[in-house]
């Protein structure tokens, strides 16, 4: 039997949303469901990969066989990934949240009853993607990030490939009616320095799968 084609690699995959805390009960979040993320982890692992899975707050089970740390915050999520490089292949699937409130109050925060609402101050929260993209030692051979977009999705994702120095974006457009956040099924557009393939819709896990084979691919290209 052939030796699996992630044999002996270390996959980091990033999953789910992030939620932002704005007072001890209350939050800041998105509509991912993990879905794609975890999808991935298992097929690295069906690869033969060892896999570490960080993940925000999701509803559905982590995968078997697959390392999971639990996360809530960017700043959690951000510092479990640095924890777990060095990687080979890292796919930044989560949906972070690209805002958090800058000072989190430790009472919940009450109406005055001067009938004004409290202002929010929000500050960027740190681009995990960015951050080990730009890394001197440690960025990993393969670095793949998503872009979900509502609007002009080729432009921006191939913006993020250059800005976040990724390899691969994977762009989907997740407006409303499309269905895809949330959804069992996804319709990609890989972008990458040697352009735009569009893949036709199918089940996320089939995503997956067909992602890992590439990436498989791509990993014993660049050792020959
Ligand atoms: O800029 P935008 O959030 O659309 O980029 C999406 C890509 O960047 C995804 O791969 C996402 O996981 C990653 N990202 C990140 N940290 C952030 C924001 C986005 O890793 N703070």
Redesign the pocket.
Known sequence: AGKLPMAGKHVLI?SGPTHEPIDPVRYIANRSSGKQGHALAEAAFAAGARVTLVSGPVTIPDPDHVTTIHVES?AEMMAAVEQNLPADIAI???????WRVVSEGDQKIKKDGSGKPPGLELTE??????TIGHHKTLRPSLLI?????TQDLIK?AAA?LER?R?DW?VANDVSPATGIMGGDANTIRLVSANGVEDWPAMDKKDVARQLIARAAEMLSRDKS
């Open positions: 990033t960017a930044m699937a989560a949906a972070v949240a690209d929260n740190p681009d995990i993607l960015r990030g998503f872009a979900a977009e921006n993020k976040k990724a974006i």
